[in-house]
């Protein structure tokens, strides 16, 4: 099992598709930290606390960073193109096996559960990266330009209001709210990379194979649209800015139900595949 | 790239005609799915502008509760209004607006990479013309299109016909009131040009992510289109053709909008470009 896991695991990651979607990624985190924080870090705020004038709270990590900066048309990119970037580097992989009938030369080696297992394994830890990896650099290259000054809920800065969840975990514990949405960002971005392995058995072509995660997040999108549960929506959910209340259990219990019914039907599916 | 190889020569009208017939009748036929998500979508929205109606909350801004055509065409087609980050406000994305461009795209960009790899090489070694079989390509998209837009025009009108209870294309108290737009002046001839820019600039998007997908393939043609709309939606500037679809940013409803006229002849160029630019790869490009 374990060199099958490696196999796909070399397949995933050295492979042009795993590098164009890193580096959109990462084009748009650091382009962030340019347009974003390091204005901040040089702008006239800084100057009115340098000189003791104090005044309006400066900006902080917690408000600048690129999970939080609702404003920024590169936060907004990020998080809308997040169900496509998940799925580009190795998601579409068994739509190309079966089509290709690589899968028959791999499972003859390794068996149907072994094939599939480390299929969804390698699928779900580049779907990941690719997600997990900008997040951080940003993150860290924002902290590079801008200190980490407590979040303080009268400045109005900062985006955790009282109706968003884990509110009260933004103003106690800053840096742990910003873990568990980028863990957040993990659990969705390895759903969505399980739900395109799982719809390669129906779907035939790689480009709707790989942009079926993002299209049932725009239709969620657009059906929640003006509803009460528009904070469900997944785009809503992971950004950390919180654009509209919603429940931090309940898109847990979403993510979860979202990548084990896909892990599940592909195990299924696989353990009785034959193709002739 | 790999140069051109073959003889070309002059292809007979009867088989450019029945080409690009076949072509457009393939393409419906290859996008039903798609084209049934167009249908509801415009069956949603026109069901949400009733819905919003009923509900009261733009009846209770005005005694009026009849509503036009022009109404219902002027909410699916509002989009955002100018957004200024000055003020650090959450900004989000209308998926009225989005949802139809991003179903262009994508038909757009599959259907000219499923031909890529099947049937291109059958038409074009019958026809023996690359030319021919591209534009086929950006005809079927153009009939999409002002398919999509003229289903709106239909279908406002058969509702507002029905239940509406005034002129076709006036604007009400409850449209002005539901869209925060004053769209009380325009004329038949606003709305005809108003609505040949909305078609042409969906058209110069689907043209560029058509061509774009022959260069560097659906998916990169695709992201490539998405980032465009995000940002003709986030910043207003004529260079971001995506802007003209949006009733919001005209100048018929905002001083410091578009006009629509200025918008097609931008647009008209733009796709000028991007045509020719497919059209010059293709012919460098051996498809058997």
């Known amino acids: 099992m374990k060199r099958s896991i490696a196999f796909e695991i070399k397949r995933a990651f050295l492979n042009w598709t795993f590098c164009a979607a890193l580096n959109v990624g990462l084009l748009l985190a650091i382009g962030h930290v340019v347009m974003v924080a390091a204005p901040y870090a040089l702008s006239e705020s800084w100057n009115l606390w340098r000189s003791g004038a104090g005044g309006t709270y400066p900006p902080s990590l917690y408000s600048a960073w690129m999970g939080v900066t609702s404003y920024s048309f590169l936060t907004i990119t990020f998080y809308f193109l997040l169900p496509l970037l998940a799925c580009i580097p190795y998601a579409d992989s068994l739509c190309t096996d079966l089509s290709t009938h690589y899968s028959n030369q791999l499972i003859c080696r390794m068996g149907r559960i072994r094939y599939f297992a480390s299929k969804l394994i390698a699928t779900s830890i580049s779907s990941i990266s690719v997600i997990v990896i900008p997040l951080i650099v940003n993150y860290i290259a924002t902290a590079c330009f801008i200190p980490a000054l407590w979040p303080e809920p009268a400045a109005q800065i900062f985006p955790a209001s009282p109706s968003n969840m884990l509110a009260s975990l933004f103003y106690h514990a800053p840096q742990t709210y910003t873990i568990v949405f980028i863990m957040l960002a993990a659990l969705y971005s390895a759903a969505f990379g399980a739900l395109s392995i799982a719809s390669s058995f129906s779907i035939h072509n790689r480009f709707i194979v790989m942009l079926t995660p993002f299209a049932l997040c725009i239709t969620a999108q657009f059906v929640l649209q003006g509803s009460a549960f528009e904070g469900f929506s997944p785009i809503n959910a992971l950004s950390p800015y919180q654009p509209y209340p919603s429940i931090y259990s309940v898109v847990v219990a979403i993510g979860i139900l979202l990548l084990l019914i896909p892990n599940f039907i592909t195990l299924i599916k696989g353990r009785y595949f034959e193709d002739v | ?288």
Not at chain 2, 67 to 82: C, P, Q, T, V
Not at chain 2, 109 to 133: E, F, P
């Open chain 2, 1 to 288: 790239m790999k140069k051109s190889t073959a003889i070309s020569q002059n292809v007979p009208p009867p088989i450019i005609w029945r080409s690009i017939y076949w072509d457009i009748q393939r393409g419906f036929s290859d996008n039903i799915p798609l084209g049934l998500l167009l249908i509801i979508f415009i069956a949603a929205s026109c069901g949400s502008f009733l819905i919003t109606i009923a509900t009261g909350d733009a009846a209770s801004l005005s005694d009026e509760h009849a509503f036009s055509a022009l109404d219902i065409m002027a909410y699916i087609n509002r989009g955002m209004d100018e957004y200024s980050p000055i003020y650090k406000q959450i900004f989000m994305i209308d998926m009225t607006w989005t949802i139809p461009l991003l179903c262009i795209a994508f038909m757009a960009c599959t259907y000219i990479s499923k031909d890529r790899k099947g049937y291109s090489a059958q038409i074009v070694s019958r026809t023996k013309s690359r030319v021919l079989w591209l534009t086929a390509k950006y005809l079927w998209l153009t009939v999409i299109v002002v398919l999509f837009y003229g289903s709106i025009i239909l279908v406002s009108s058969l509702i507002a016909r029905t239940i509406g209870g005034t002129e076709l294309f006036t604007a009400t108290q409850q449209g002005i009131a539901l869209t925060s737009l004053d769209y009380s002046n325009m004329q038949l001839n606003d709305i005809a040009l108003l609505y040949i820019l909305f078609i042409v600039a969906a058209l110069t998007g689907g043209c560029m992510a058509m061509t774009l997908s022959l260069i560097i393939g659906p998916v990169g043609s695709y992201l490539a289109f998405i980032v465009l709309m995000i940002a003709s939606s986030y910043f207003k500037t004529n260079y971001l053709f995506l802007d003209f679809t949006m009733l919001a940013r005209n100048s018929l409803v905002t001083d410091e909008g578009f006009t629509s006229a200025f918008g097609i002849a931008e647009c008209l160029l733009l796709a000028g470009i991007f045509i020719f630019a497919g059209l010059l790869f293709v012919k460098r490009t051996d498809y058997l």
